[in-house]
């Protein structure tokens, strides 16, 4: 039924930039905090970013300033704004959506997404 589809991922320059977006469908979108995990090889899955139904936002520390996630309640989607793209940003980033979410435990999220590849050329 709710389904979070990932799309703009791909293979970019170091100090680059690329915009990530998430439809999702199946629930009452402006109802639900969103936000961005990723994960790399060999490495649990960590917080990205999170914005709340009022848009405030909230950053892991590592993208802090480089990052900017956003959202479109009439198209249902949530966005990920990435600026000086480096290879260590290099992961799988998935959507999350979480009714009540806390971002530093990945069991609050009620529903993921599969997930889109972002590789940062070196």
């Known amino acids: 039924q709710v389904q979070l589809v990932e799309s703009g991922g791909g293979l970019v320059q170091a100090g680059g930039a690329l915009r990530l977006s998430c439809a999702a469908s199946g629930l009452t979108f402006s109802r639900y905090p969103m936000g961005w995990f990723r994960q790399a090889p060999g490495k649990e899955r960590k917080f990205v970013a999170g914005?709340?139904?009022?848009?405030?936002?909230a950053y892991a520390d590592s993208v802090k300033g480089r990052f900017t996630i956003s959202r479109d309640n009439a198209k249902n989607t949530v966005y990920l704004q990435m600026n000086s793209l480096n290879s260590e940003d290099t992961a799988v980033y998935y959507c999350?959506?979480?009714?009540?979410?806390?971002?530093?435990?990945?069991?609050?999220?009620?529903?993921w997404g599969q997930g889109t590849q972002l590789t940062v050329s070196s």
């Open positions: 999350a959506a979480a009714l009540h979410p806390a971002w530093s435990d990945s069991r609050s999220i009620d529903y």
């Open positions: 914005i709340s139904w009022n848009g405030s936002t």
